[in-house]
């Protein structure tokens, strides 16, 4: 999809992208190239952020989209993520991104995470990205379309590769024997929980289209 706006003239093949988070927005954008609606970032109308109040991605995911529809009037999509550790019952799950604590950097995050996982051994460190999409045709759309993405692999005891964002420095990935973080950016969009959310999303958006 194209990211530039043109002055925002053609507002109606638009979708508000319901994020502020530099990584996602990259890569939902290049993985949505080939589409032909525009995807433009809440923040160039200027969209409030909402608190993530919700107990699941789903609910997260829901109040992100209509928040940004009601700021903007347009459709929004919206992307709710994480990485799930067996070893921690689950954790960081849905907390993810304030794992450190709320308005923590990614770097926290992970060191944090790094830290709790210290004496878990090997064969105990799996864990798994999910990412949720929701796409509402307005605020109150009553049936927004809601998929999932997994991404399974394994946590790594320290930090490998420059690519990528959030905790794909100690993600391992068993298919690629990397981290996330070392693998091209491309290769990354053809296997992570968020494109496999983003194939999902483009079968059920092109049938609402017609
Ligand atoms: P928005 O709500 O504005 O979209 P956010 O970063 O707050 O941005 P989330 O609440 O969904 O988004 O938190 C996602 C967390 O999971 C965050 O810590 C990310 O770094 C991490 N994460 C999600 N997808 C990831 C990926 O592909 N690679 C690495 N980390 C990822």
């Not at 995807?39 to 789903?58: I, M, R, W």
């Not at 091209?184 to 992570?192: I, R, W």
Request: a negative charge; hydrophobic letters at 40%.
């Amino acid at each position: 999809m194209v990211l530039s706006n043109n002055g925002h003239r053609n507002l109606e093949r638009s979708i508000v992208l319901a994020s502020n988070n530099p990584g996602k927005i990259r890569e939902i954008n290049a993985l949505l190239a080939a589409q032909t609606v525009k995807v433009l970032p809440q923040e160039e109308f200027g969209v409030p952020e909402v608190e993530e109040t919700g107990l699941s991605f789903v609910e997260n995911a829901l109040i992100k989209a209509r928040n940004a529809s009601l700021h903007t009037g347009l459709p929004a999509l919206a992307d709710d993520s994480g990485i799930e550790v067996d070893a921690l019952g689950g954790e960081p799950g849905i907390y993810s991104a304030r794992y450190a604590g709320v308005g923590a950097t990614d770097e926290a995050n992970l060191l944090k995470l790094l830290e709790d996982m210290a004496e878990v051994p090997e064969a105990k460190r799996q864990a798994r990205f999910q990412c949720i999409l929701v796409y509402m045709k307005h605020a109150k759309d009553p049936t927004p379309i809601i998929c999932q993405g997994t991404w399974e692999g394994r946590l790594l005891t320290k930090s490998a590769g420059k690519h990528g964002f959030g905790y794909d420095p100690i993600f391992w990935v068993p298919t690629h024997h990397c981290a996330s973080a070392e693998l091209d950016p491309e290769v990354k969009n053809q296997l992570s929980h968020r494109r496999q959310a983003l194939d999902k999303f483009v079968t059920a958006f092109s049938a609402i289209k017609g």
